[in-house]
Every structure is written in structure tokens, then in C-alpha cells.
């Protein structure tokens, strides 16, 4: 592969490192003044939206089984070059829910950011480069690269929930965030050191191949080794027990970095998880779709538990996103790779992902415009919303029926498929637990409700909506009615995304 | 030669201690060295693998590089996280940092 092509591959994250370095660059310069440094969102989002040009530009590139993306480096380096990424409808898939997220956070984040910190310019620019870390990890295909991207997406979401300085709870935040992360990892770290010691390889695919050819002398080294990997992409991922630092974090972070945090640690950790469990470990699919199982129901049922009695809205969509996380799972646990039906797990998998990114992430807006006019994000800040902002009312109706999983919204369709995932299995037991949740789940997303619709504020002035916030919440409640509605074309997009990894690998 | 098994058993050992600081460690700073404990038995198991199982691709030690250059720069943030707690709060006991729970 020639130098030119290798660039072409890599568009959508060079474009986001270099307008994040040029955010850092620009800020420096004009540092201080408010008017141009509200014009440094703006160009972030253009930014994106130019990531999200060369994502669509680079869709046809991509082959079943991956396009290795590595160039020929040229006699004079000598040794093997080794891909450590690759090009396939799972990278793409989440390249764009990527992109989308970044889009929706900056747009979101403009009043929060003006309002609650004096470094503006940095927010975005570290936005971008969490951003740029989710598509590096969701492209990774040797466990080095893995590492590194994982890593990075950690480092600078620490960075990003201890923005506020002088925020005592911010700071909190930030420290349990980092000693939960950075143990976390290392836990991770060492199931990688295992599988390398077992293997004798780091890339996904020859992974695999040793395993089947058995000339594996330290197979027992394997199992443990899953079960550590496991537990630092579970952190990630904030799948129970893994939990601990979810609400912490949520509730004391910026609200514009919760919803990023509710989302993109989530997807990063996913996309990792599915390619290596499917791409590296095939031969243990017994063993850890069993674990998997195992962990969504425990996800899905502490979460839900724990969400009934939370007052503050930030910590209940904390563990209502714990909850969300543990459905999503069963996609992967019921994952039947040559099932000839509509759903094969992965596809389910992805498809809630995808109406779980605009409805969590429609949920914060409202939250953070909320917020924004009342300083806090308790339950009685919502009492009186439908009068005071019709708008924002019905859309966060909208998105709590859909995080329950009520047609004709997108988290129904994600539920469809993922529990119609688990019956094709013969996982019964999986979905009614997993049905049984969403009921449990009424409760507490009610409980947002009834306030916002039923009961009279002390501060019956209306909010105002900036243009920005109307643009996010409108688009997010489009999106989440599109895919409940013309649901064809993102099942289809879920669907080809999946199969071009199952087809390769099974 | 001294067999893998050794090598592996020090390094599973150092891990333990290091989680084990992880986990008990009241002071921010403690919990940090716990765990630069568990990263390096991460790279005392990379290069011992890399020395018995593949000494001719240089993928172990490379490994292990990138894991210390990580680990310094999640230092450097953790570091600067402490500070700004300490600030805060006046303390990095990190039992008392309980402004929010449940």
C-alpha cells in the first residue's frame, strides 16, 4: 500500500488531530476573548462535520475481513510491517457514532462551558481527541494498539472530568475516575501479557490462529487471561461489577463530559470487546458467552435497582446507562454468527447502540439545558418543564420512552432485536430477565416524568433554548423516531456492518 | 536457564502486592505506586515471555516500552488530578472523599 492511500485511510482521524491541535493552537492565541472564543465551538464543529465527510468518503473502501492499514515502509527500514489497524464495517460503524456524538456534545456544550470554566478552547480540543481515541480503539487490531488507544481515551476522559478545578465534586470525580481507570487497566495490561505468553502473538488474527492450530503450550494461560480482559474493557464499558465509579463520576463531571462519558467510553469499550472476542477468540465461545450472559443480568437488574431511588437526574441516568449497557450485552452473549435470520446478536448489538447514542444523548442535552437556567439537575428542577419549555418537554418524553424501550422509538427497535437475539438462542431465561428490567425501569424514568409534566414550578419562567440546543434536541428526537419509523436503512447499516466481521471470521 | 514459571510466578506475585495496595492504601499517592506496581509486573512478564517464547520478533519488548512511556504520562495526569483534589478538599485520603454517594 502506497504512503498516499495509507493517509486516504486514515482521513476522518487525521482530520480530528489536526483540528484538535489547531482548537489548542487558536485558543492560545485569542485566549480570553469571549466572542472569538465562542466561534472556537463552531470550528470544532465544522471540524467534525469534515470527519464526518471523509468517514462517508472512506465507506467504500472497506472489504470483508478488513483492509489492513499499514504502508510498505521501504526496503531500507527492513523487518515485517505490522497492521496494527484495519478498515471494516465494524471500524466504520463506529467512526461515524463517533463522529455523531462529537457533533452533539460541542453543539451542547456551548452555554455549560461559558458559563463554568475559563478554559474554553482546551474543552473542545479534548472533546476532539477523546473522539479521535474511540476510532483508533474501534480500528485496533493487535492488542499493543489496543492498549494504547484504550488508554488514551482513559487519560483524557480523566482529564475532561476533573475540568472544573475549583469544582469540589468535579475533583472528586476526577480521583475516583482515575484510580478505578488506572487499575482497571493495568488488570487489563496483564490479561494481554498472558495471551502474548500463550500465543506468541499480539495481532488479533494470529492470535486466533494459534489458538486453532494448537501449537498453544500455555493454553491454560487463556482463560484467565479473558476474564482480566473482561474486567478493564467491563470498567469501560461500566458493566457490574465493574461499576463503582460510573455514578460517582457521572454525577461530579461537567454535564456536557457525562453525556460523553455515558456514550463514548461505552461504544470504545464495545468495539473492543466485539472484535476481540470475535476476531482473537472464537475457540472460547462457549466460555465467554456464558460470562457475558452472566454479567448482563447482573448488569441490567443492579442498575435498574439501584436507579429507583436516585433524586438527582445526572446519577439516575448514570445507572439507568449501567442498565442500558447490560441490555446491549445480551446481544453479544446470544451472538449466533450463521444464524439466516433478521438478527444475529451483533447486528442487535449495534443497533442499539446506535438509537442509544441519540436518545442518551438528547436525554443530557435537555438535562444540560435545564441546567443551564436552574444551576442544578435535581429531581424538582424539571417540575413545570412542560410550561416553561414545551420543546424540551416533549422531547425528553420522547427519550425517556425510548430508554424504557415503548414503540415507535429507536430503543424499542434496539430491545427488538436484542432480546429476539437471545430467544433465537435458546436464552430464554436472558430475555424474560431482560423484559422484567424495562418494567422495573418505568418507575424511576416516571419519576422524571411526572415532575416535568404534572407538577408546578416555583419558577414558572420560561427557558430559553439557544439555537444550538434546539438544533441537538431536534435533530436527536428526529433520529429517534427515524429509527423506530424508517427503521430499513439502519438495520441495514447495522446489519452489513456486522456481517462483513462474522462473514470473515466464521 | 532459569525456567518461565519463575519469572512468571515473581511477577504475578508483584502484581498482587500492587493490587493489594490498590485496594487497602488510604493515601492517593500509596494507591499510585500500587499500581506502577502492577504495571511492571505487566513488563516483567512481557520481556520474560518475549525471551522464552519469541525471542526472534521483538514484539514483547516493544510492548513493554509503550507500556512505561503510557504509564509515566497516566502518572503525570494522575499526579495533576491529586493536586487539584488537594486543593479541594484539603486532603487525598481517598476515604474521605465523599461528597457523593449511592
Redesign the interface.
Known amino acids: 500500500m502506497t504512503l498516499n492511500r495509507f493517509l486516504i485511510l486514515l482521513l476522518p482521524e487525521i482530520t480530528l488531530t489536526v483540528v484538535a491541535f489547531l482548537v489548542f493552537i487558536l485558543d492560545l492565541i485569542i485566549g480570553g476573548d469571549e466572542v472569538r472564543e465562542r466561534r472556537l465551538q463552531w470550528f470544532a464543529f465544522l471540524g467534525v462535520l469534515l470527519a464526518l465527510v471523509a468517514t462517508i468518503l472512506i465507506w467504500p473502501l472497506a472489504e470483508a475481513g478488513g483492509l489492513p492499514v499499514a504502508f510498505d515502509v521501504g526496503p531500507g527500514f527492513g523487518g515485517d510491517v505490522v497492521p496494527m489497524m484495519t478498515l471494516d464495517g465494524l471500524a466504520l460503524f463506529f467512526k461515524l457514532i463517533t463522529v455523531l456524538m462529537l457533533a452533539i456534545i460541542i453543539l451542547s456544550a456551548g452555554e455549560y462551558v461559558k458559563v463554568h470554566t475559563p478554559f474554553r478552547g482546551e474543552f473542545y480540543a479534548f472533546v476532539l481527541l477523546a473522539g479521535l481515541s474511540i476510532m483508533l480503539a474501534s480500528a485496533a487490531t493487535n ?2 494498539m489496543i ?2 488507544s484504550i ?1 488514551f481515551l ?2 483524557t476522559s ?2 475532561l472530568t ?1 475540568y472544573l ?5 468535579s ?6 475516575y ?2 478505578y481507570g ?2 482497571a487497566s ?2 487489563m ?2 490479561g ?3 495471551l ?2 500463550a500465543t ?3 495481532g488479533l488474527v494470529e492470535i486466533a490462529t494459534a489458538l486453532a492450530t494448537g501449537s498453544v503450550t500455555l493454553r491454560w494461560l487463556v482463560f484467565p487471561a479473558l476474564v482480566m480482559v473482561l474486567a478493564g474493557l467491563g470498567f469501560k464499558i461500566a458493566l457490574v461489577p465493574f461499576h463503582q465509579w460510573s ?2 463520576a457521572y ?2 463531571a461537567p454535564t456536557p463530559v457525562t453525556a460523553f462519558l455515558s456514550v463514548g467510553p461505552k461504544a470504545a469499550g464495545f468495539a473492543v470487546l466485539i472484535r476481540f472476542l470475535i476476531v482473537a477468540l472464537p475457540a472460547f465461545q462457549v466460555n465467554w458467552s456464558a460470562m457475558l450472559a452472566g454479567v448482563a443480568i447482573l448488569t441490567m437488574s443492579l442498575g435498574n435497582l ?1 436507579a429507583l431511588w436516585q433524586t438527582n437526574v445526572k ?1 439516575m441516568l448514570a445507572y439507568s446507562s449501567i442498565a442500558q449497557a447490560g441490555y446491549m450485552l445480551i446481544g453479544l452473549a446470544a451472538l449466533a454468527p450463521l444464524a439466516e435470520s433478521w438478527t444475529n446478536g451483533l447486528n442487535a448489538l449495534l443497533l442499539y447502540l446506535f438509537a442509544y447514542l441519540f436518545t442518551n444523548l438528547g436525554a443530557f442535552a435537555v438535562v444540560i439545558a435545564v441546567e443551564d437556567r436552574t444551576g442544578s439537575a435535581n429531581l424538582p428542577d424539571f417540575s413545570g418543564l412542560i410550561r416553561r419549555s414545551p420543546f424540551l418537554a416533549v422531547s425528553m418524553l420522547v427519550f425517556l420512552l425510548s430508554l424504557i424501550g415503548i414503540p415507535p422509538t429507536g430503543g424499542f427497535m434496539g430491545k427488538l432485536f436484542v432480546f429476539g437475539a437471545a430467544v433465537q438462542r435458546q436464552m430464554i431465561l436472558l430475555a424474560v430477565i431482560g423484559v422484567l428490567n424495562s418494567v422495573i425501569s418505568v418507575y424511576y424514568y416516571y419519576k422524571i416524568m411526572r415532575p416535568m409534566l404534572f407538577e408546578r414550578a416555583d419558577d414558572a419562567e420560561p427557558i430559553r433554548v439557544t439555537p444550538s440546543m434546539r438544533l441537538v434536541v431536534g435533530f436527536s428526537l428526529a433520529m429517534v423516531l427515524a429509527i423506530a419509523i424508517y427503521a430499513e436503512p439502519f438495520i441495514r447499516l447495522a446489519t452489513e456492518s456486522a456481517q462483513l466481521l462474522l462473514a470473515a471470521r466464521f | 536457564m532459569i525456567p518461565l514459571y519463575w519469572w512468571l510466578i515473581v511477577a504475578a506475585a508483584l502484581f498482587c502486592i500492587g493490587l493489594y495496595a490498590v485496594l487497602s492504601r488510604k493515601n492517593a499517592i500509596a494507591v499510585l505506586m500500587g499500581i506502577e506496581l502492577m504495571l511492571n509486573a505487566v513488563n516483567l512478564n512481557l520481556v520474560a515471555f518475549w525471551r522464552y517464547i519469541t525471542p526472534q520478533a521483538l514484539t514483547g519488548q516493544v510492548f513493554a516500552i509503550f507500556v512505561i512511556t503510557v504509564a509515566a504520562a497516566e502518572a503525570a495526569v494522575g499526579l495533576a488530578i491529586f493536586i487539584s483534589v488537594y486543593r479541594m478538599h484539603g486532603s487525598i485520603n481517598v476515604e474521605k472523599l465523599d461528597t457523593m454517594r449511592w
Open positions: 492488542l499493543v492498549y494504547l488508554e482513559s487519560i480523566y482529564v476533573g478545578r475549583d469544582d469540589v465534586r475533583t472528586e470525580a476526577a480521583i475516583k482515575f484510580i488506572a487499575a493495568a488488570v495490561l496483564y494481554f501479557s498472558l502474548y505468553g506468541g502473538a499480539t455514578p460517582d454525577e461530579g439501584i446519577r
